[in-house]
């Protein structure tokens, strides 16, 4: 039972930070604009798009009967933006890991709360040698 409640835990954590993502990107104020310029991503109409898709994606994830499928899409989400960082030559560990940061906390947390992916995921339980 405690690993259920540390797996919402850490799956309300990154809902908290996705949505926030979304929404800032949605109502995309100026600040949220000039970032987006200066890694690539132009205009209101970019930054609204993505914001949607992030949110739609989010919204996936915060449903217990689509959860798997929300965190197989924030992952693809986040491996754009780690894609991005590294065009851009950013710091690794500040700015290029973090979306894989975001993913594994939101995976540790699915997992936490739904064992059963363990035995679909590879290297998440010990084999025995044969």
């Known amino acids: 039972m405690k690993r ?3 797996g919402w835990g850490l799956c ?6 996705l ?7 949605v109502i995309a104020p100026s600040f949220v604009l000039e970032a987006g310029q200066s890694i690539g991503f132009p ?11 992030l949110l739609a994606c989010t919204l996936l994830y915060i449903a ?3 959860s798997v499928l929300g965190a197989i ?9 780690v894609a991005t960082h590294v065009r851009l030559g950013h ?20 997992v936490l709360r739904l064992p059963p992916l363990l035995t679909i995921l590879p290297y998440a339980t010990a084999r025995t040698p044969r």
């Open 73 to 81: 899409l924030v992952t693809a989400y986040l491996g754009g933006a």
């Open 64 to 66: 217990p009967r689509t």
């Open 43 to 53: 205009g209101v109409a970019m930054n609204r798009g993505l914001g949607l898709l």
């Open 12 to 17: 309300g954590l990154v809902i908290a930070f």
């Open 4 to 6: 259920v409640w540390i």
């Open 91 to 110: 710091p690794l560990f500040s700015h290029v890991l973090f979306g894989v940061y975001v993913g594994i906390l939101m995976w540790g947390g699915l």
């Open 19 to 25: 949505l926030l993502d979304a929404v800032m990107k």
